[in-house]
C-alpha cells in the first residue's frame, strides 16, 4: 500500500495491466471514484465559495465595520485637506480681541451639485390625506438641476465624470461627461425625468413627496446670492418659491450652507443676517425649540472642518471678535463630523451640534453606525445635539467611475432600515436623511423608475413600486414618535 511519509500518506499505486488481459476490475472502479471524487469537490469547493462571497456581499451592504481609508475620507474627495488645514492653522494667528483678515479657502467639494429638468407629468392639488410631518424628521435637498426649457441648457444632469487624482488609477476609466435626457449623471432615473428646480411643479410634486413621507424639514443646499456650486448657477433666488410652496404642505425650511468662496466668520455672520433678515419671517421658516424654551433658527454647516476652530470661535462663542451669540441672529449651527478628533474641534468652535451628513455605513467615522452611541454620549456630556443621518444606500460610480468600493447596495430597502434602526438606537432628538434628491451619490428617496437606454440600464426600486423609500419614511417617522414617547416617560 506504499510506505507513510511525513504530512501525510503517498498514494498506492494502481495495479498494472498484463498485456492480452482485461485490467483488473479494481483499477476500473479505482479510477472511476477518483473522477467521481474529482467532481464532487470540485463542485463542492466552487458552491462554498459562492456561500462566503454572498455573505460578505451581505455584511458589507448592511454593516461593513470599517471601509478602506487608504484614500482621505475613504472617497478620496480631499486628496490635499491636510496640506490646506496646515496652510490655514498657519495663516490664521489667534490674538485675543484681534480683527482678522479675511482670507480664500479652497473650492467647494461637495460630491455633487444638481439642477434638474422639467417633468412632463402635472402636479394634482391636495386630493389624498397626507400624514402629519414630523419636524424631527430632516431631509437634505438640492434645488441646482436645470434644463433647456428652463435654464437654457442642462444643469447637473450632465455632470462631468470625475477624474481620480492619481494619473494611473485615472488612465483606466472613461473621461467626458453625460449627455441627457437619456444619458444622465445618475445610476438611477427620475419618474420626473431630467428635471429643473425652477420648476413650481416639480417643486410642488417634491413637498408632496416629502409630505407624503411624513417629513417636516427639508434642510436646503443654499450658497450667497450670486453664488453656486462649480457646475451650477445661483440658487438663492428659488427660496422664495420653496418656502411658499412648503408651506403649503405645512413643511418647514432650515438651510444647509455649503463651503462657498471665501467662507469665513465675517462672510458667515453677514450671511446669516442676510438669510435671518429675508426669510426668517417667514411661517415656513425653521426654528428649532431648545431646552431653555427659546425657539432659533438652525443652520447645517456642510465641510465645517476646512475651517479652523479659531475662526468659528470668533462667530460662535459669547467672547468671539465676530460673535453671533446674544444677538438678534443667533442660531444653532450644526457642524459636519468625518472623522472621531472632529467632535472636540466641534466642541471648542462653539458649534451646537454635528450632524454625520454620508449615507455610507463604513465609509468614514461618522457615517459608521456602530460609532453613533459614542458619539451620542460625547454630545450629551457637552450639551450637543447629535444628528445621526440615515441614508438609503449609495453610489457615484456614474459620476465617480473609480469609487465602486464605496457603493452600498440598498438591499431592497434594508440598508435603508438597518441605518433607521441604528439611529433610534441612540434616541436622537433629530434625525437626518440624506437624502431626498441627490441623485449622482445615489442617496435619493425620490421616486425612480426602471429604465433602459442604448448607453445605459439605470437601477432602479423594483420588485417595489418607486414610492418604497417614500413609505419606508414614512413607516419609520411613524416608529420613532411612538419611540420618542416612550423616552419622555
Sequence with gaps: MGVPRRGGRRKASPPRAVPGQKPPTCALDYNDIMARFRRRTCIILVLFILFICSIMMALKTLRPERAGFGDPFGLGLLPDFQQRTTHLRNKFNVQSGAKEESFTHAKNVHPLTMNLKKPTVSVRKLEEHLPSPNYNFHVFYYSWYGTPQFDGKYIHWNHPLLTHWDPKIASD??????????DIGSSFYPELGPYSSKDPSVIEE?????????????????????????NGEPVDALVPTILDIAHKYKLKVTFHIEPYKDRDDRSMYSNIKYIIDKYGAHPAFYRHKVSTGRT??????????ITIPEMWANLLTVSGSQSIRNTPYDSLFIALLVEEKHKHEIHRSGFDGIYTYFATNGFSYGSSHHNWPSLKAFCDTKNLLFIPSVGPGYVDTSIRPWNSHNTRNRVNGKYYETAFSAALLVRPEIISITSFNEWHEGTQIEKAIPKRTGKAVYLDYQPHKPNIYLELTRKWSEKYSKEKEQWLT
Design 206 to 230: 417634491h413637498m408632496k413627496q416629502m409630505s407624503s413621507a411624513s417629513i417636516g424639514v427639508l434642510a436646503l443646499s443654499w450658497y450667497p446670492p450670486g453664488m453656486g456650486d462649480e
Design 296 to 305: 432659533l433658527p438652525m443652520f447645517y454647516v456642510y465641510d465645517s472642518y
Design 173 to 182: 476609466y472613461p473621461k467626458g461627461r453625460h449627455s441627457p435626457p437619456e
